[in-house]
């Protein structure tokens, strides 16, 4: 059978910077075929080639065998090709539903058929399982349903090839599981998958065939048949990678951080929990359950009623910098709204949050560069050259760019809102790793995560919410997914 | 339960308020006026305030679209003057060949289109083209055409021939129905923009091209076209509102339609629009143009303040209107 | 119902001082007479203003100075045709027979006069520098009479350029006359802000003593320097903004005295010497 | 293959012409101004065109960081001549009580400081606070202060006493070793900005918030404060300007200062900050207001063209610095 769409010894430079190195792939109706590998292999730039946003710089792109020169996504989406951006592709200022439409409205006579538009929308997100209104601007809706309406827009086109990069990495079980249902469904009518991811369980459950990428080659590409997690982890990272989760350790000396009664209108109720010195905490709860809104309250981002004290001094709301000097920061979920300067250059990024300490008077551009150094090495940022535009870099960069930012703060607690959202499996160990020698090193950590065994293996108390409250905790060998879940879902409800 | 339900209220009601604020402010200047001269309802006021707003309301429908794609357009004043002097220039030339007629009026009204149609080119092509910043782009085109005026009636007036004047003016001043044209056409252009923008492709694209042009580019909008049709538009419609106010003054000077473009872009944002395009609201932009118009007729009706003072009346109420607009002043 | 020009430089100042002065006096002498005034930055300004009086004020009568000629005419003589009393000031209608009453001060007078006094004073080959107000019909008037009036006497223009009758924009083209032509011996600025700038310049590149500067319009500030005799402003043309209280006046005493008004005013443009600097300096005007 | 190396080639190309396109243009001028006319390069003509260019220099200095950070000012123009006002009516006032002396100046100086800060105060918190677009903010903030002066000046021209003009001329005529006092805090003023710009904190912080508010806010810059600070800074520089300008004439009227808006945010666009906010450069303002200010320069220096096009040429020129900066016209 010939593949629905195939590169044959693709390579793609930026600048002098080979990033493709001679790329085959095959992409056949009714299968569905992972890409995976390392940050910065290479991913998404594949994609982006297949997809014609992204013109290649040798080889050939091939539709039903046939060479093809895709110069816009515009002439890849008549030929059926529709891709899901690893970044959100989304006009802040437009509606759900225009979103989805936008490009190819649908229109009765010259005017455009609103109730058309709507009802087919609201259809598609009913069908994903997404609460979001069509008539809601993409500014006003959470993370994870502007995954689903990227989700939606893409299903919207009928497309012969879809090309998701990193779709699950903003959402939860529940919605991966939505997700994948859809994603059987296309194979089934014959649709080609294209699919990256760096939760490989997710790719062990829907892959037919696996393709691995290590610095733009490569390295292997078969069935996924038989292939076991491990195996795939050690094709990625060219390493052994027993182990994920360091030992667990006890954490746990005098409190360091207290809340109490954390209301945020709308979103927290009456929230308390305190964090000791050491100590790993972890939040988990299914996306909206307002775990966000009550770090970003407790952090001084968001106005909230109820008080903070750090190490017994009380922390005005809503204001960031007296917690940032009590030693307290927080880590973004969302990189690219409230995360990175996109448009500015590495070192601008790294020591916004941190600037007092590099500016006596004048910014110290020497200690900044050196910090810079510093980063990369310590975070292993992989990157072109050291100009490069943050929004340049491979996702999976711009989240390790974004955890240096954070640290350079030297703080004493760390709030990190799902840290290692689209970072590769080698990454996270290290990430991991990092976080335990934090704690050892007598720092207290909150981790909010959706990945419930990141949470498991990482945390040593975990605490989950449900709808804006707490709903209850679990602690040392209790930490387990079905005492979480049980929580989550509010089928228990036990006081913290 | 509560927190599940009520997220959306809040913005909800926001939404709202900036929804009716220009309406309100509209309300609140109607009430000052009633108060404050008992000839303000009057038919004859209306008309006149509706008719002369009509030039800054026709181009300000355009001026909506291109800011709503994330443009700005300085040099609407001046290329409204430039047309004008074309357009007189061409009729008078007309006038010894043709006579005296209607002909020369439509031949006049034809060559007032197609210049701000081309004036509106020429700034788009610059603008996505040659990649300028609008800004400086129009402002470069707002010298040159107040120079060109300038030039062309030789630092005076450039006068509509008199005869010719006598057949153009029902086109300002003649009524249907007991309403003016300038009102007529206005209310057409408003319309049909409002139409526009909200139920066709055309202002969905712009909408989303002001709101994020990569997302715009990758979703197979072709932004560049988009973007030079808001230009175009915009000149013509420079063009729709010079033929109606060329039967007005019969002339065109170095004066004419001095500062229309801020007027234009006030009335845009009163209503509104967001400077930084991503959301455009062509009713919004009307109530802006009237609120602007009445303003300067009810400073016209009291001697309350010192004339020296209009400007500074005027500027306060702007700022009201759009505080208004905001709803109140609200902390964080 | 007044409608003036707004104030955007040191003549149109002085116009809508005398006008309000003169509102002000008038109103306190008669009563029973109610004034509207409004001040237009543009002609399209000025329409809607003389159509808000009509419509809203019920005025019976209009005194309007024309921003430009042309685009005043029809709109004035519809109010005209509606039955109300109109008086014209300074710029005429492109029109006759619209006006009532018709005041004027003297464009071309105003170049002439100064022409003449540079044709008489300057010797032949002698060089000067033109500075010219805001590209207007004015504007045109003024320079066209100036030019007829130094012809023949052998004066070299050396350049012209609009300095707008803003001080900052002909201290500005002075500065740069100044760097360009190593000898001028005279300066015609067609109006005293223009003239002010001019002066400015000229001291601060230290040729005083070089040339001679003639405005216009008799602003306090020169015509005092003036009749103190200052040997860089010898002489002055004027054009004065008093006009329009003139035609208040007139017009007023339509309604408050039995005599008919009506016909032209014409106030000549005369040429302020030291000698009869005095006569011309008020005070309190802010011109 | 071919496709390879262009890429990064053309940004590349693309950055450094950026750089270097408004000195080019800088450059081309000069020798244009020097080929036309010999006294060009004469030291007074030099110094002529930078002590005048000063006043809006020091504006643009200021613009440059309220349009970094994402803001526009377009009162500075009048607020300006509402400063030079003040500070002549205050200091006529003072002179009966002070006498004639260096002691009136300086409270002069000193009110018209405090006049600008509180005018880019007001501007900041009703922006801030408010949450007004600038845009309106500073367009009714205008009318206001236009409206003011001419009030102020009983819509004449407000003069400094003849004496005390005497006592405060050098601070626009001296010279300091031959330089004049306007040129050396124009280039002080314009070194500290760059310094700031690039190697302070606030800085920093300005391009972050022009970037992206949220991101700013979430790194913990205090973007209100911030913000306020631009305008604040931009209001006292006014004010630094003003204080230079009212002994050049020693007087301001309702002309003082007029479209000096237009051109202190134009020579910030033509020196390549974007206008959009997030990356700012404030050598290229400098760069800009000399371009500006050579344009008027040369064009009274010639006779070349009627001088009726002279805002034709201006605007031409305007445009070609910007295509020159942006490395000519491309096509995609
Ligand atoms: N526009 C660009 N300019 C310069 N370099 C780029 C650009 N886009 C991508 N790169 C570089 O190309 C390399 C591959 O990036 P890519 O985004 O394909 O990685 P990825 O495999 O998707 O990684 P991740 O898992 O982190 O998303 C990276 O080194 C990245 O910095
Ligand atoms: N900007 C917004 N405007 C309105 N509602 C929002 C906004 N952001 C989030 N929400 C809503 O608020 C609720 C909580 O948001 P969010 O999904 O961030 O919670 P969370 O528990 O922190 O999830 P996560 O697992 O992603 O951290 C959800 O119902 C979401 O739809
Ligand atoms: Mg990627
Ligand atoms: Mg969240």
Same mark, same amino acid.
Request: hydrophobic share 45%.
């Given at each position: !059978?010939?593949?629905?769409?195939?590169?044959?010894?693709?390579?793609?430079?930026?600048?002098?910077?080979?990033?493709?190195h001679g790329i085959d792939i095959q992409l056949h109706s009714g299968e569905v075929h992972a890409l995976i590998g390392e940050n910065g292999a290479g991913k998404s730039t594949t994609?982006?080639?297949?997809?014609?946003?992204?013109?290649?710089?040798?080889?050939?792109?091939?539709?039903?065998?046939?060479?093809?020169?895709?110069?816009?996504?515009?002439?890849?989406?008549?030929?059926?090709?529709?891709?899901?951006?690893?970044?959100?592709?989304?006009?802040?200022?437009?509606?759900?539903?225009?979103?989805?439409?936008?490009?190819?409205?649908?229109?009765?006579?010259?005017? @455009?058929?609103?109730?058309?538009?709507?009802?087919?929308?609201?259809?598609?997100?009913?069908?994903?399982?997404?609460?979001?209104?069509?008539?809601?601007?993409?500014?006003?809706?959470?993370?994870?349903?502007?995954?689903?309406?990227?989700?939606?827009?893409?299903?919207?086109?009928?497309?012969?090839?879809?090309?998701?990069?990193?779709?699950?990495?903003?959402?939860?079980?529940?919605?991966?599981?939505?997700?994948?249902?859809?994603?059987?469904?296309?194979?089934?009518?014959?649709?080609?998958?294209?699919?990256?991811?760096?939760?490989?369980?997710?790719?062990?459950?829907?892959?037919?065939?696996?393709?691995?990428?290590?610095?733009?080659?490569?390295?292997?590409?078969?069935?996924?048949?038989?292939?076991?997690?491990?195996?795939?982890?050690?094709?990625?990272?060219?390493?052994?990678?027993?182990?994920?989760?360091?030992?667990?350790?006890?954490?746990?000396?005098?409190?360091?951080?207290?809340?109490?009664?954390?209301?945020?209108?709308?979103?927290?109720?009456?929230?308390?929990?305190?964090?000791?010195?050491?100590?790993?905490?972890?939040?988990?709860?299914?996306?909206?359950?307002?775990?966000?809104?009550?770090?970003?309250?407790?952090?001084?981002?968001?106005?909230?009623?109820?008080?903070?004290?750090?190490?017994?001094?009380?922390?005005?709301?809503?204001?960031?910098? &007296?917690?940032?000097?009590?030693?307290?920061?927080?880590?973004?979920?969302?990189?690219?709204?409230? #995360?990175?300067?996109?448009?500015?250059?590495?070192?601008?990024?790294?020591?916004?949050?941190?600037?007092?300490?590099?500016?006596?008077?004048?910014?110290?551009?020497?200690?900044?560069?050196?910090?810079?150094?510093?980063?990369?090495?310590?975070?292993?940022?992989?990157?072109?050259?050291?100009?490069?535009?943050?929004?340049?870099?491979?996702?999976?960069?711009?989240?390790?760019?974004?955890?240096?930012?954070?640290?350079?703060?030297?703080?004493?607690?760390?709030?990190?809102?799902?840290?290692?959202?689209?970072?590769?499996?080698?990454?996270?160990?290290?990430? +991991?790793?990092?976080?335990?020698?934090?704690?050892?090193?007598?720092?207290?950590?909150?981790?909010?995560?959706?990945?419930? &065994?990141?949470?498991? #293996?990482?945390?040593?108390?975990?605490?989950?919410?449900?709808?804006?409250?707490?709903?209850?905790?679990?602690?040392?060998?209790?930490?387990?997914?079905?005492?979480?879940?049980?929580?989550?879902?509010?089928?228990?409800?036990?006081?913290? | 339960?509560?927190?599940?339900?009520?997220?959306?209220?809040?913005?909800?009601?926001?939404?709202?308020?900036?929804?009716?604020?220009?309406?309100?402010?509209?309300?609140?200047?109607?009430?000052?006026?009633?108060?404050?001269?008992?000839?303000?309802?009057?038919?004859?006021?209306?008309?006149?305030?509706?008719?002369?707003?009509?030039?800054?309301?026709?181009?300000?429908?355009?001026?909506?679209?291109?800011?709503?794609? *994330?443009?700005?357009?300085?040099?609407?004043?001046?290329?409204?003057?430039?047309?004008?002097?074309?357009?007189?220039?061409?009729?008078?030339?007309?006038?010894?060949?043709?006579?005296?007629?209607?002909?020369?009026?439509?031949?006049?009204?034809?060559?007032?289109?197609?210049?701000?149609?081309?004036?509106?080119?020429?700034?788009?092509?610059?603008?996505?083209?040659?990649?300028?910043?609008?800004?400086?782009?129009?402002?470069?085109?707002?010298?040159? =055409?107040?120079?060109?005026?300038?030039?062309?009636?030789?630092?005076?007036?450039?006068?509509?021939? +008199?005869?010719?004047?006598?057949?153009?003016?029902?086109?300002?001043?003649?009524?249907?129905?007991?309403?003016?044209?300038?009102?007529?056409?206005?209310?057409?252009?408003?319309?049909?923009?409002?139409?526009? !923008?909200?139920?066709?492709?055309?202002?969905?694209?712009?909408?989303?091209?002001?709101?994020?042009?990569?997302?715009?580019? =990758?979703?197979?909008?072709?932004?560049?076209?988009?973007?030079?049709?808001?230009?175009?538009?915009?000149?013509?419609?420079?063009?729709?509102?010079?033929?109606? =106010?060329?039967?007005?003054?019969?002339?065109?000077?170095?004066?004419?339609?001095?500062?229309?473009?801020?007027?234009?872009?006030?009335?845009?944002?009163?209503?509104?629009?967001?400077?930084?395009? *991503?959301?455009?609201?062509?009713?919004?932009?009307?109530? #802006?143009?009237?609120? @602007?118009?009445?303003?300067?007729?009810?400073?016209?009706?009291?001697?309350?303040?010192?004339?020296?003072?209009?400007?500074?009346?005027?500027?306060?109420?702007?700022?009201?209107?759009?505080?208004?607009?905001?709803?109140?002043?609200?902390?964080? | 119902?007044?409608?003036? &020009?707004?104030?955007?430089?040191?003549?149109?100042?002085?116009?809508?001082?005398?006008?309000?002065?003169?509102?002000?006096?008038?109103?306190?002498?008669?009563?029973?007479?109610?004034?509207?005034?409004?001040?237009?930055?543009?002609?399209?300004?000025?329409?809607?203003?003389?159509?808000?009086?009509?419509?809203?004020?019920?005025?019976?009568?209009?005194?309007?100075?024309?921003?430009?000629?042309?685009?005043?005419?029809?709109?004035?003589?519809?109010?005209?045709?509606?039955?109300?009393?109109?008086?014209?000031?300074?710029?005429?209608?492109?029109?006759?027979?619209?006006?009532? @009453? =018709?005041?004027?001060?003297?464009?071309?007078?105003?170049?002439?006069?100064?022409?003449?006094?540079?044709?008489?004073?300057?010797?032949?080959?002698?060089?000067?520098?033109?500075?010219?107000?805001?590209?207007?019909?004015?504007?045109?008037?003024?320079?066209?009479?100036?030019?007829?009036?130094?012809?023949?006497?052998?004066?070299?223009?050396?350049?012209?350029?609009?300095?707008?009758?803003?001080?900052?924009?002909?201290?500005?083209?002075?500065?740069?006359?100044?760097?360009?032509?190593?000898?001028?011996?005279?300066?015609?600025?067609?109006?005293?802000?223009?003239?002010?700038?001019?002066?400015?310049?000229?001291?601060?590149?230290?040729?005083?003593?070089?040339?001679?500067?003639?405005?216009?319009?008799?602003?306090?500030?020169?015509?005092?320097?003036?009749?103190?005799?200052?040997?860089?402003?010898?002489?002055?043309?004027? +054009?004065?903004?008093?006009?329009?209280?003139?035609?208040?006046?007139?017009?007023?005493?339509?309604?408050?005295?039995?005599?008919?008004?009506?016909?032209?005013?014409?106030?000549?443009?005369?040429?302020?010497?030291?000698?009869?600097?005095?006569?011309?300096?008020?005070?309190?005007?802010?011109?």
């Open positions: !059978m010939k593949p629905v769409l195939s590169l044959s010894n693709v390579t793609r430079s930026f600048g002098p910077i080979e990033v493709l994609m982006k080639v297949m997809s014609g946003f992204l013109a290649p710089s040798s080889g050939t792109v091939c539709i039903d065998g046939d060479p093809v020169r895709l110069t816009s996504p515009a002439q890849a989406e008549e030929a059926g090709i529709v891709m899901i951006h690893q970044e959100f592709n989304l006009a802040a200022h437009l509606t759900v539903t225009e979103n989805v439409f936008l490009g190819r409205e649908m229109r009765r006579g010259p005017f @455009l058929d609103h109730a058309g538009m709507r009802k087919y929308t609201q259809a598609l997100l009913t069908r994903l399982h997404c609460n979001a209104s069509p008539d809601a601007r993409i500014a006003d809706i959470s993370v994870p349903d502007r995954q689903m309406v990227e989700i939606a827009k893409a299903l919207s086109r009928h497309a012969r090839v879809l090309i998701m990069d990193e779709p699950t990495a903003v959402l939860t079980a529940r919605e991966t599981e939505v997700l994948f249902q859809q994603v059987d469904r296309l194979k089934a009518e014959g649709v080609a998958v294209l699919y990256t991811s760096h939760k490989l369980g997710e790719v062990r459950r829907l892959a037919d065939r696996v393709t691995v990428l290590r610095d733009g080659s490569m390295v292997l590409s078969d069935c996924a048949e038989g292939m076991t997690e491990d195996q795939m982890a050690t094709a990625m990272v060219g390493r052994d990678l027993s182990d994920l989760y360091p030992p667990k350790r006890k954490g746990g000396g005098d409190v360091v951080l207290s809340a109490r009664d954390i209301r945020v209108p709308r979103f927290v109720e009456d929230a308390s929990f305190d964090l000791r010195q050491g100590e790993i905490l972890g939040f988990a709860g299914l996306v909206g359950s307002g775990r966000t809104e009550l770090m970003e309250a407790v952090a001084g981002l968001r106005p909230r009623d109820g008080s903070v004290t750090v190490n017994g001094a009380t922390l005005p709301a809503d204001r960031m910098r &007296p917690a940032i000097q009590a030693g307290l920061v927080y880590l973004t979920e969302d990189r690219k709204e409230s #995360g990175l300067l996109l448009n500015k250059s590495l070192r601008e990024n790294l020591t916004l949050l941190a600037l007092e300490r590099f500016s006596h008077g004048l910014i110290d551009r020497k200690a900044e560069d050196a910090a810079l150094d510093q980063a990369i090495a310590d975070w292993d940022i992989r990157i072109p050259h050291r100009d490069v535009l943050a929004g340049n870099l491979s996702g999976g960069n711009q989240q390790k760019l974004l955890l240096a930012k954070t640290m350079l703060t030297q703080p004493r607690i760390v709030i990190v809102d799902e840290p290692t959202r689209g970072i590769d499996i080698g990454t996270k160990q290290q990430i +991991y790793r990092f976080i335990h020698r934090l704690a050892d090193e007598g720092l207290s950590v909150i981790v909010i995560s959706s990945e419930l &065994p990141e949470v498991i #293996g990482l945390c040593d108390r975990v605490i989950v919410m449900q709808r804006g409250r707490i709903a209850g905790q679990v602690a040392g060998a209790d930490v387990n997914e079905r005492a979480i879940v049980r929580l989550a879902m509010g089928l228990e409800g036990e006081a913290a | 339960m509560t927190a599940t339900a009520e997220p959306r209220q809040a913005p909800r009601r926001r939404i709202n308020l900036h929804a009716i604020g220009p309406l309100a402010a509209l309300g609140v200047l109607l009430l000052i006026g009633i108060a404050l001269n008992d000839n303000f309802l009057s038919y004859s006021n209306l008309t006149n305030v509706l008719a002369r707003s009509a030039f800054i309301g026709i181009i300000a429908v355009g001026m909506t679209f291109v800011i709503t794609a *994330g443009g700005l357009d300085l040099s609407v004043g001046s290329m409204a003057a430039f047309v004008a002097g074309v357009m007189i220039m061409v009729m008078n030339a007309l006038l010894p060949m043709m006579g005296q007629g209607v002909g020369v009026i439509l031949v006049g009204i034809l060559i007032g289109l197609v210049t701000g149609l081309f004036g509106g080119a020429i700034n788009g092509l610059l603008v996505t083209r040659a990649r300028i910043e609008a800004f400086i782009v129009t402002l470069g085109t707002m010298g040159i =055409y107040r120079s060109l005026i300038t030039w062309m009636a030789d630092g005076g007036t450039l006068s509509l021939n +008199y005869e010719l004047s006598g057949v153009y003016r029902p086109v300002y001043y003649g009524t249907v129905l007991g309403v003016s044209w300038p009102i007529i056409v206005f209310a057409l252009v408003a319309i049909a923009g409002e139409i526009t !923008m909200r139920h066709t492709r055309f202002g969905r694209h712009c909408a989303a091209i002001g709101s994020n042009e990569q997302v715009a580019r =990758y979703s197979a909008v072709n932004v560049m076209r988009v973007r030079m049709a808001t230009y175009v538009l915009l000149g013509l419609l420079v063009g729709v509102a010079t033929i109606m =106010y060329v039967p007005r003054l019969g002339s065109a000077s170095a004066a004419t339609g001095l500062l229309w473009e801020l007027e234009a872009i006030a009335a845009v944002i009163i209503g509104g629009t967001m400077l930084k395009g *991503g959301f455009g609201r062509v009713w919004g932009t009307v109530v #802006g143009v009237l609120i @602007l118009g009445l303003i300067g007729n009810i400073l016209n009706l009291t001697d309350l303040v010192s004339p020296y003072l209009n400007g500074a009346i005027q500027g306060i109420i702007i700022i009201l209107a759009v505080v208004l607009q905001r709803g109140g002043i609200r902390s964080n | 119902g007044i409608s003036i &020009p707004a104030a955007t430089h040191g003549w149109a100042g002085g116009l809508n001082y005398h006008a309000q002065a003169t509102v002000e006096r008038l109103e306190e002498a008669y009563p029973d007479l109610d004034f509207v005034l409004t001040t237009a930055s543009d002609p399209s300004k000025q329409v809607s203003d003389i159509e808000d009086m009509v419509a809203t004020r019920n005025i019976d009568a209009l005194v309007v100075l024309p921003f430009e000629s042309e685009p005043l005419t029809a709109p004035v003589a519809r109010v005209a045709e509606s039955g109300t009393y109109v008086t014209v000031v300074d710029r005429g209608l492109s029109q006759d027979g619209i006006e009532d @009453l =018709y005041v004027a001060g003297d464009n071309e007078g105003f170049g002439r006069v100064a022409g003449e006094y540079f044709a008489e004073t300057l010797d032949e080959g002698s060089k000067i520098v033109v500075l010219r107000g805001i590209a207007s019909t004015i504007d045109n008037e003024r320079v066209e009479a100036f030019t007829a009036a130094i012809e023949g006497a052998g004066i070299e223009v050396l350049g012209m350029e609009h300095g707008n009758w803003n001080r900052d924009t002909s201290f500005t083209v002075m500065q740069d006359f100044l760097s360009r032509f190593p000898e001028i011996d005279a300066v015609w600025a067609a109006d005293d802000d223009m003239a002010t700038g001019a002066l400015q310049a000229i001291e601060q590149a230290g040729r005083s003593d070089e040339m001679w500067v003639v405005g216009g319009a008799g602003m306090k500030e020169i015509v005092a320097r003036i009749r103190d005799n200052d040997p860089m402003l010898p002489v002055n043309v004027t +054009y004065p903004p008093a006009m329009i209280a003139t035609a208040i006046e007139l017009t007023a005493m339509r309604f408050t005295s039995p005599a008919p008004v009506a016909g032209r005013f014409i106030i000549g443009s005369e040429l302020i010497t030291p000698e009869n600097a005095a006569d011309y300096y008020f005070e309190d005007s802010p011109f």
